[in-house]
């Protein structure tokens, strides 16, 4: 457990419009129920959520620095969370365009001293391109695997979840809606971010 004394900590979530609450009637997205569990005193936790709809991995690492050091400051523990988009296969950018793009963005960041919490892609409702974002998710998780960064599967658990292609299947825009923003929630929840901001969960 952190001490009263811990510095102040901000986060900056990027990636693509699946990090905003588009789709989902409660207005929450999963990053809104995300930030509901998280203690926000002690130390306190700034979360700032920064979408661009559509973005592929190269545009992302093309801002996700001028986005940061708008946000940081030289006295709070400064975190950076990529929420990686499943953009890029329908884009024509390759897995290995794509990894080297996570992988500058990582390098930098370790360089700077900036702890670093990643979510795969998701799934998509084309199911035809769910191969090549299967091989994606795959290669982004090496990447944080070899650097010792965690990371999120959100694919392997969502990609046959009933709820989950139904919900995209009717969706006019595509996006999860209150379920699926829940499931990545609790898939976020679950796998590390407690541990990453080494803080205990809120008890309701």
């Known amino acids: 457990m952190l001490s009263s004394t811990a510095a102040d900590i901000r986060i900056v979530i990027i990636g693509d419009q699946i990090i905003g609450a588009s789709g989902d009637s409660k207005g929450m997205g999963w990053v809104g129920r995300v930030t509901a569990r998280t203690p926000a005193s002690n130390p306190r936790i700034d979360i700032f959520a920064l979408p661009v709809p559509e973005e592929t991995s190269a545009q992302l690492a093309e801002r996700w620095k001028s986005e940061m050091q708008l946000r940081f400051s030289p006295t709070t523990d400064n975190r950076l969370v990529i929420a990686l988009s499943n953009n890029d296969p329908a884009n024509g950018i390759t897995v290995s365009r794509s990894r080297l793009n996570l992988a500058n963005i990582l390098d930098d960041c370790r360089r700077s001293g900036v702890k670093v919490f990643l979510v795969g892609p998701v799934p ?12 994606l998710a795959a290669g982004f998780e090496d990447v944080a695997s070899r650097r010792g960064i965690p990371f999120v599967d959100c ?17 006019s825009n595509g996006l999860p809606g209150q379920l699926g923003h829940g499931l990545i929630a609790w898939l976020v929840l679950n796998r590390g971010w407690f541990s990453w901001l080494e803080i205990e969960e809120a008890t309701d």
Do not use: T
């Not at 658990?157 to 299947?169: C, R, Y």
């Open 124 to 135: 998509h409702r084309n199911r035809k391109l769910n191969a090549e974002i299967e091989h």
């Open 155 to 171: 694919f392997r658990p969502l990609v046959d979840h009933e709820g989950w292609k139904n919900e995209l299947a009717s969706a």
